[in-house]
T-cell receptor, first 114, second 113 residues
Framework: AQSVAQPEDQVNVAEGNPLTVKCTYS??????LFWYVQYPNRGLQFLLK??????LVKGSYGFEAEFNKSQTSFHLKKPSALVSDSALYFC????????????FGAGTRLFVKA | NAGVTQTPKFRVLKTGQSMTLLCAQD?????MYWYRQDPGMGLRLIHY???????AKGEVPDGYNVSRLKKQNFLLGLESAAPSQTSVYFC????????????FGPGTRLTVT
């Protein structure tokens, strides 16, 4: 069965510092992995995805994520956080072996302090 | 290009009432989804559709029905609303191929009293 874990309910970081939001997953076969961001009273917005190839993927707004197959992780990173990055972040996984279901993590709230 | 739109944005129902939530997308996506979002639980899939005229159950389908009569529209119905259906509902769509990343609507906040 597919599952996604975001071990931190909340991450606090100072503006200008690097940020990491953690995600681990479990899926049969090779995974499709995603990060989405949700701003208050808005729908989720796609940030980036990993399908295959380079383990470091780059996405919108300067975010990137590193796929680690041995640790089954897909952590979201940004070298220098902005106050405007404060939002709710969701990791998601979909198996590439068929089916149409994407499983979302519970979300991690990121607070960036000025 | 409006993307994914949802109507209404807010609704309050009494227990036992019925309603329909409408989702529309103008991106010609094949797949469409309905999710509910509850605090601390992420998104849970209610129903989904892989094409016009086809629907399938997701993780939490009980108490909901759906229809996809046109490719661009996906309707979610609540037959007899219950307080447990108080939630924020999101519609999403995705295209065939790639990683099937999803594009979300702005959500409908439903309260059942």
């Amino acid at each position: 069965a597919q599952s996604v874990a975001q071990p931190e309910d909340q991450v606090n970081v100072a503006e200008g510092n690097p940020l990491t939001v953690k995600c681990t997953y479990s899926v049969s076969g090779n995974p499709y992995l995603f990060w989405y961001v949700q701003y208050p009273n808005r729908g989720l917005q796609f940030l980036l995805k990993y399908i295959t190839g380079d383990n470091l993927v780059k996405g919108s707004y300067g975010f990137e994520a590193e796929f680690n197959k041995s640790q089954t992780s897909f952590h979201l990173k940004k070298p220098s956080a902005l106050v405007s990055d404060s939002a709710l972040y969701f990791c998601a996984v979909r198996a590439n072996t068929g089916g149409f279901k994407t499983i979302f993590g519970a979300g991690t709230r990121l607070f960036v302090k000025a | 290009n409006a993307g994914v739109t949802q109507t209404p944005k807010f609704r309050v129902l009494k227990t036992g009432q019925s309603m329909t939530l409408l989702c529309a997308q103008d991106m010609n996506h094949e797949y469409m989804y309905w999710y509910r979002q509850d605090p601390g639980m992420g998104l849970r899939l209610i129903h989904y559709s892989v094409g016009e005229g086809t629907t399938a159950k997701g993780e939490v389908p009980d108490g909901y029905n759906v229809s996809r009569l046109k490719k661009q529209n996906f309707l979610l119905g609540l037959e007899s609303a219950a307080p447990s259906q108080t939630s924020v509902y999101f519609c999403a769509s995705s295209f065939v191929g790639g990683g099937y990343e999803q594009y979300f609507g702005p959500g409908t906040r439903l309260t059942v009293t």
